[in-house]
């Protein structure tokens, strides 16, 4: 008698509810296919049908997606002027146009730089909590209690050891070292 291995059944596709997601992580996943998918098909429409499409899409964490086709300036140029064929776009004095890439890449210097500014404010926040007080760099020494001279002493040190990291950074970065 011959025995059959079972097959694992899986629910495979299935037609889901179109409704918003509460999840965010299921909200990043999401959009991430989908726009991709989208993006996929958009470009296909302009090669089967030589169609001029643009797509401007912000994910649910506010970060600028693009496809355009010749590209996205030229579509919306032509829908806005009603003209008839692509004008092609002339840069304004000496500058060239900025691609989806270039801003998405500003857009991320922007959000290391606003992590780097909300990482510093926690740290003077956490040296103005040492005496319970804020200010307390205006403080009179003599007033302060051996522990509290010990902990000033130890911010001093920290603060110069970054203001030494900070001035080597923006020296390598202006080419100076």
Not at 157 to 175: N, P, Q, W
Request: one cysteine or more; hydrophobic letters at 40%.
């Amino acid at each position: 008698m011959e025995t059959f291995k079972q097959r694992k059944k899986t629910t495979g596709r299935k037609k889901i509810e179109i409704k918003k997601l509460v999840n965010e992580a299921n909200k990043q996943v999401t959009f991430s296919k989908r726009r991709a998918g989208m993006f996929k098909k958009a470009s296909e429409l302009c090669i089967l049908c030589n169609a001029g499409v643009a797509i401007v899409v912000f994910s649910p964490a506010d970060k600028l997606f693009c496809f355009g086709e010749p590209s996205t300036e030229a579509v919306v140029n032509r829908y806005l002027k009603g003209a008839p064929e692509f004008e092609p776009i002339k840069p304004s004095k000496g500058k060239k146009p900025v691609s989806c890439e270039e801003h998405n890449r500003k857009y991320d210097e922007a959000m290391k730089v606003l992590e780097l500014e909300k990482k510093k404010k926690s740290d003077v926040e956490g040296l103005a909590k040492v005496w319970g007080r804020g200010e307390w760099w205006n403080e009179e020494i003599h007033e302060m209690s051996v522990e509290q001279l010990e902990q000033f002493l130890v911010a001093i040190f920290d603060l110069r050891s970054r203001l030494l990291k900070r001035a080597t950074e923006i020296m390598m970065m202006h080419g100076m070292l």
